[in-house]
């Protein structure tokens, strides 16, 4: 461990402050990145919900389910993240939520702006495991391995949305049975 030195209520560790009992970790980086992305997770959650009223309004009670249902599984891994940087004794500094975008062209544009998220933040889970290797972060390293594991389902889910879309065009009876279908979503399906 690096020097120590204490006054008034604040230990410092080097280059490290913490304020009186807490320890600092080696990975301090790492779980702050980790918390950065707690308030990535909201932010798509937010947007998911965002484009669930989209549907709705259109009279798309399946595609608004289906994504409502996505919104509540962003929202849990942004707490699943929150939870483990809590647990390694580090703090979250949550972001500012930016305002969704809540107008598309049509059904499929929706799920075509769902893949496109969530490419975005499979970018961001591995440029964080990146850091934790780099780091040499492990605990870090296993806990973003799920995510990893996770965020190909995703993509490929999205993607299958966004093909059986672009394969029906603006068929009406299509599309209503596409609608039909995501609404059969009970869970993380």
């Not at 059904?107 to 970018?123: H, K, M, R, W, Y």
Request: glycine share 6%; charged share 20%.
């Amino acid at each position: 461990m690096s020097e120590m030195t204490s006054q008034g209520g604040t230990t410092t560790y080097g280059d490290w402050v913490t304020g009186a009992g807490q320890i600092p970790s080696a990975n301090a980086p790492v779980l702050q990145a980790i918390g950065a992305q707690v308030s990535a997770e909201l932010k798509t959650s937010h947007q998911y919900l965002a484009m669930a009223a989209f549907c709705e309004l259109r009279k798309f009670p399946g595609a608004a389910q289906w994504l409502r249902h996505q919104s509540l599984e962003e929202r849990q891994h942004a707490l699943r993240l929150l939870d483990f940087v809590l647990a390694r004794n580090a703090a979250v500094e949550l972001e500012a939520m930016p305002t969704p975008v809540v107008e598309f062209e049509d059904l499929g544009d929706v799920f075509a702006a769902a893949l496109t998220q969530e490419q975005q933040t499979t970018a961001q889970i591995n440029d964080l495991y990146k850091l934790a290797f780099a780091s040499g972060a492990f605990a870090e390293m296993a806990e973003l391995h799920w995510f990893l594991t996770e965020q190909v389902e995703e993509e490929r889910t999205a993607r299958q949305w966004v093909a059986r879309f672009q394969l029906v065009a603006n068929d009406p009876g299509a599309l209503l049975d596409l609608d039909r279908a995501l609404g059969a979503r009970t869970s993380s399906t």
